[in-house]
Each structure stands twice: as C-alpha cells, then as structure tokens.
C-alpha cells in the first residue's frame, strides 16, 4: 500500500522512494552501500519487534543510541515506521548525560549499535525494564545474561512482517525528541512534530529541486538536528546519504570528491578550517551542485573561498535553531556582491522561508524595533516547535503568543538588524549567555553549574574563550574562591559534559567585577581574557 500523504508523516519520504528506486543506494557507509529496500527491510523488521514489545502510550519514543551505521538509519526508521518518535543519543556523550536524556524522554526501548554498546551497561545503571535491540548481534542468551533485568532482542528475533502499513499519526505527535544544552545544568528536550518537519522538506525540495542522482554529504551527529536533513532530504529525493570516516570530518576535502557529493551540508567552522589549511583551490568540488551552511555565524572570507572551490555550484547560508525545526531563512551568496553585504565579516542570514514569519522585537515583548535598529528576533510558522519535554514553564517562557494575534512567536535570543533598505537580516549576537562552539549550542549556566558542584565555589561564570574572528572555540570559567587542583576538576567533568564544552581553563577570582544594573560584568571579565592574550 502507499501511505497517504494528507497528513504529515516523516517516514512518508522514504517510503516514496522505496518504491520508486528500491534498488538505488539510499546510503553509503565505508564503501558498502545499501539500496533502499534493504534499508526498508531492515526498518520494518525493527518496527514490527517494537510493535510486537513496546504497548503504545500517549506520545511514545524510542531511542536509538547509535552514530553512522546501517542500525542508526533503520532504528531511526524503524522506529518512524512503527509509529513512534525517535531520541537520538550520541555515543561520544558522558554516560551520565545519556542516561539522564533516557530517563527523562521515558522512552520504554532503546535501539544500540556496535559504537554505542561498549557505553551502555554504565549508561543503564540503576535502569531497568527496558526493551534493548542489537539489530548487529545474533546471541540473545549472552546478552540477556549480561542485562538480566531488561529484555533484550538481537538479529535473530527480528522477524519480517507479512504486511506492513502506515502507523496511524497525527500531524502533531512527535517525529523527534532532540536535547539541547539547558540552562539549569540538565539539557532540555525540544519536541519537533510530524507537521514541522514536513513543512521544513517541502520547502527545501521546492527550493533545491533535489532528485534520485544527488549524493548527500553526513557531517553531523545524529543528536544534532540539522542530520535530519542529511537524511530525510536524501530520501525524499530518492537520493543517497554519503557517511565520511571519523578522519573526514575536519578536513573534508577528499571525502567530498571521493564520495562524489553533490550537496554538502556543514557548519560554518569545517570552511573556516578548510581555508586555514589551504584546502580551498579553486574549482576543486567542481561537482558540489549546493553548498549549505548551518549552525554558527557564516565569515564571510570563508563563504568566497568556498565558493571558488565549489565554482559550479550555489552557495546559500541557512539560519534557524533547533525550535525552529532545522533552519528557517537563508541567504544566497552572490560574489562580491555579499563580500559588500556582510557585516562585520558575517554573511547575512537573509529573509524566513515562505509560511514563516519574522518580527524583530525591540523590547521583552512584541514592540517591532525601528528600521536598522537591533533587536530580539522572534519567529512564527508551521516550524515551530511544540515546545520543551515536560517542562511547560520554560515552554511558556520560550513559546509566546502575540497580544493582538494570538500567534505564538518563538524567542530565537538572537540579536538581529534589518540590513540596509530592509532587503534581508544580519545576525548580531546573542541576547542572552547561550553561545555556539563549531555549531553546537552551548548555554554556559550548563557549564556554570557543573563547575559550581565540583568546586562547592559561590559562584561561576562561564564565557566564551577563546574567541577571534572566525567565532569561539572553547569555554573559560571564572570560580570565586580558590581553586584547588584545576586538573582534577576538568577532568571530573569531562564525565559530566561533552568534550567541546568542557572549560579549557579554570581562573581564580576574589570577587568579580558588577556593572551598573549589579550584576556580574561578563564584558569586563572577557575584556581581562583579551588583554592576556
């Protein structure tokens, strides 16, 4: 049967493209490809053990803790197919941080890979009663062994179902549960629906015209939301998902023409990087079609050297957080013509995709800042979120409906101007302490209070540092008090923090410095870092 596409489903472009190309390659992982039927076939199987073991509450999720395999894509699928959300967990994370995403998203199953099983007994601790599949192993006795209070499933009970239909959703269940770095010191799960995606994948495919030739680059973690382009985007075109080595994803350069990419999709660091190492001749990815970046202010010296090296294709810079679903304005290189339209060395962030809308706030509400005025932008439309994972309070902080309309607008915390005669938006910074390292978003009262419960200090405060002018690279934390044995405390919480937002540095400070309003001077403590430097 063929799944009806009146109501939104996340699963439905896969689907599509299994019918119309099943023998092409829908992804390729270190050489081997597999074509989209035996993705699908692998999808169901793991679709129909999670029907046939997981009952199915009010918005059910399952996780798939796994990182560029073929048991991440079909888990992923698999667990779409069945009708459920997916929960990505990052493999390279603490196991203290995975559980406590685990935990919290209440998922019943959890799918686990080759590069992920290694972490799971320490991420299982003090759990039990979950469903655990290993689609990459086929002895069920050893490990149900090894996690005797779970039920554990391998290759050997995922059977093939006689007949596979579309799972009954409705455009506001959730496609995907993403956690982002959370201001209290736990991260917070954004809860992106069926509807949100769909009107994101229209609007890319619409734009871009993608087709069954195109070859996808897969630069980001699956915990990072802008994969889901790398991979529903290449399936609803019928296209294939490229997936680099673990060496290709700083220097991508022969990645990109080995793979034989013809769309690439990264942040903004990996061209600034790129142009540092003197990777960017000109006309080398001559067979790049689209050229997109993501996730972190895009400089522009970096986005004219790309596209001299990509010279066939287009360059366009997205911009959207992770409650916008993916991105939702763009702007579209133009030569020198954006070399003059770049502020400060940043190419712009352009205008909102069609059904979105855009309002620059002058103030804490909804008054629309003057013309080249500054101001908070806050964004409505069919992508934003349904809010955070169990946390109404912060759902109603972020997500806000507009006196006169009712509309609710999301508050991005980004800074933003309307460029000169309003032709398009030039990013300025942050409202708020929530910076970006290499395109992930970090909010420093994370690493504040990790910092403070690891050294009992009054207070912390974090700032990002270093910085220069291709954006911050890492995090300085200044502690009140004295700070004994600064090693032993970064290395405590690298248990507790991903690796790129472990503090580079810990400095003692007798009291910090107050600006007018009292409160902490974050301008002058970063001021003091510049003048070391």
């Known amino acids: ?312 294709g287009v360059l366009e810079n997205l911009y959207g957080p992770t409650e916008l679903t993916l991105a939702c304005a763009l702007y579209r290189w133009n030569g020198s013509a954006s070399l003059e339209e770049s502020h400060n060395g940043i190419v712009p962030i352009g205008s909102p995709y069609p059904g979105m809308q855009a309002l620059i706030s002058a103030d804490d509400g909804f008054t629309p800042a003057s013309a080249g005025d500054e101001g908070e932008l806050l964004m409505a439309g069919p992508q934003v979120a349904l809010g955070y994972w169990n946390d109404p309070e912060k759902t109603k902080a972020a997500f806000q409906p507009h006196p006169e309309t009712g509309v609710i607008y999301y508050r991005t915390g980004d800074l933003v101007r309307r460029s000169a005669h309003d032709k398009h938006m030039e990013y300025v910074g942050r409202v708020d302490n929530q910076i970006k390292i290499h395109g992930m978003r970090v909010e420093l009262g994370e690493i504040e209070a990790t910092i403070k419960a690891l050294t009992n200090a009054p207070r912390v405060v974090a700032v990002g540092w270093p910085a220069d002018a291709n954006g911050i690279s890492g995090v300085t934390c200044f502690v009140e008090g004295d700070v004994k044995d600064s090693a032993q405390i970064l290395q405590s919480a690298k248990s507790r923090l991903p690796a790129y937002m472990v503090p580079k540095k810990l400095i003692s400070v007798a009291d910090f410095p107050l600006n007018s309003n009292g409160k902490i001077d974050r301008k002058a403590l970063l001021a003091s870092l510049r003048r070391k430097d």
């Open 1 to 312: 049967m063929k799944p009806a596409t009146t109501t939104p489903w996340m699963g439905r472009g896969f689907w599509n493209s299994t019918q119309k190309y099943p023998d092409h390659p829908a992804v390729e992982i270190n050489g081997v490809s597999l074509s989209y039927l035996e993705l699908f076939s692998r999808a169901k199987k793991i679709a129909h053990l999670l029907t046939r073991e997981v009952p199915s509450p009010s918005q059910p999720l399952t996780a798939v803790f796994a990182a560029r395999s073929a048991s991440a894509f079909a888990g992923i699928l698999g667990t779409l197919f069945r009708g459920h959300g997916y929960v990505p967990l990052n493999p390279k994370f603490p196991a203290e941080r995975t559980q406590h995403m685990l935990k919290a998203s209440g998922c019943a199953a959890i799918i686990v890979d080759r590069n992920a099983q290694p972490l799971l007994k320490e991420t299982l601790n003090g759990m039990d009663g979950l469903v655990l599949i290993f689609p990459e192993h086929d002895d069920t006795d050893d490990l149900q062994a090894e996690y005797p209070t779970h039920r554990v499933f391998t290759s050997t009970d995922l059977a093939e179902p006689e007949h596979w239909v579309q799972p009954e959703t409705r455009a506001d269940d959730i496609a995907y549960l993403l956690f982002t770095s959370g201001s209290t010191g736990n991260p917070k799960g954004v809860m992106i629906s069926h509807a949100n995606i769909d009107h994101f994948l229209n609007a890319m495919m619409y734009r871009y015209q993608f087709d069954q030739h195109d070859r996808f680059s897969h630069m980001f973690d699956l915990v990072f939301d802008l994969s889901v382009f790398d991979l529903f985007m290449a399936w609803e075109a019928g296209g294939c998902v490229c997936c680099p080595q673990d060496s290709d994803l700083l220097l991508p350069a022969d990645y990109i023409q080995t793979s034989r990419l013809s769309v690439w999709f990264s942040v903004p660091s990996v061209a600034v990087l790129s142009l540092r190492l003197r990777q960017l001749e000109p006309g080398r990815f001559d067979k790049l079609k689209w050229n997109l970046f993501c996730g972190e202010a895009l400089p522009s010296d970096a986005a004219s050297a790309w596209a001299t090296a990509a010279s066939n």
